[in-house]
């Protein structure tokens, strides 16, 4: 049985996104540590250190993001570029839920690769779906560097017109598994002074490295007080986990849609393996349900 000491570490070191307001509500602060989170993904999808490096990079600013909806809304950062790793997507929702996976176009020869070359020339989307919203409002920008705090940072300036500064870091350990994972986020809001921006810039830049932080075992209150140099009233606080709302029946729900010839042909063909792209959860169609969906898209078809 743990301790109670145990159980209280543990408390204060899950995976959370904070998000805090200072100056009269004119600086917003986010900071994220989603450890746990990125490496479920990192072993769901069974990624080398260089997609799994990028992908919890996109999975803490979606969580930042996320943590400025409301209820249930949520965002979607997407990556389709021309690099080794030819698209990243991030799925963050308000209530701390997160998804995302990495495609890697081939193998990654590290002496050979700059990391300006990991994501290539392409483009960042940005979607949020809202619940005053009928469709989800897009955001795109072309990615500037190739490193996705300083394009989700441009976005902010260029769509919506709020000066953003991102620092998102990852460390890892000596098998390339991720060991500690975070990101801090801070905004200027109509009102914020010159002043008070550049002593939190110069904070961010004599700051350590935010992996070494996260190292130190800080909580995300911690990581902001080190770049607030003034007092700031949490707003919220919420837990972050990796997960996905597939299932086998949502799978089977959508391959009713499909002709009848095509069901049959797949359980003719063994094809009876479905795998969820977003969180790698693997499902298999029993004859049952070969049975069971045959029937709906023949009645369909006729």
């Not at 949520?74 to 080794?84: A, F, K, Q, W, Y």
């Not at 441009?154 to 919506?160: D, G, H, L, P, R």
């Not at 810039?201 to 932080?213: D, F, P, T, W």
């Amino acid at each position: 049985m743990k301790s109670n000491e145990e159980i209280k570490k543990e408390l204060r070191l899950r995976d959370r996104v904070i998000r805090v307001l200072a100056k009269d509500k004119q600086i917003r602060a986010i900071a994220v540590k989603n450890t746990v989170a990125v490496k479920t993904a990192q072993k769901n999808h069974e990624l080398g250190f260089v997609p799994a490096t990028l992908l919890a990079k996109m999975l803490s600013a979606a969580s930042l993001i996320a943590s400025t909806l409301k209820g249930e809304e949520r965002v979607v950062l997407e990556t389709n570029s021309d690099g080794h790793i030819t698209k990243l997507f991030a799925e963050a929702l308000r209530v701390g839920e997160v998804r995302g996976y990495a495609i890697q176009s081939k193998d990654i020869n590290l002496e050979e690769v700059k990391n300006s070359d990991f994501i290539g020339l392409g483009l960042l989307t940005v979607s949020k779906v809202l619940y005053n919203k009928s469709e989800p409002t897009n955001g795109i920008i072309e990615i500037v560097k190739g490193d996705i705090a300083t394009d989700v940072a441009y976005y902010f300036t260029q769509s919506e017109q709020i000066p953003t500064s991102l620092i998102l870091d990852v460390a890892l350990d000596e098998n390339g598994t991720i060991s500690h994972s975070g990101g801090i986020m801070i905004q200027a809001l109509p009102g914020a002074s010159e002043s008070d921006l550049a002593l939190v810039v110069e904070n961010l830049q004599n700051m350590k490295r935010l992996s070494e932080i996260l190292k130190q075992d800080k909580t995300p209150e911690e990581i902001i007080a080190e770049v607030l140099p003034f007092e700031y009233t949490v707003i919220d606080s919420t837990q972050v986990d990796f997960f996905c709302r597939c299932s086998k029946d949502k799978f089977i729900n959508s391959l009713v849609t499909f002709p009848h010839k095509m069901i049959v042909e797949m359980e003719e063909n063994n094809e009876n393996e479905l795998v969820c792209q977003y969180c790698n959860a693997h499902y298999k169609l029993e004859t049952e349900d070969f049975d069971k969906l045959k029937e709906i898209t023949l009645a369909k078809s006729n």
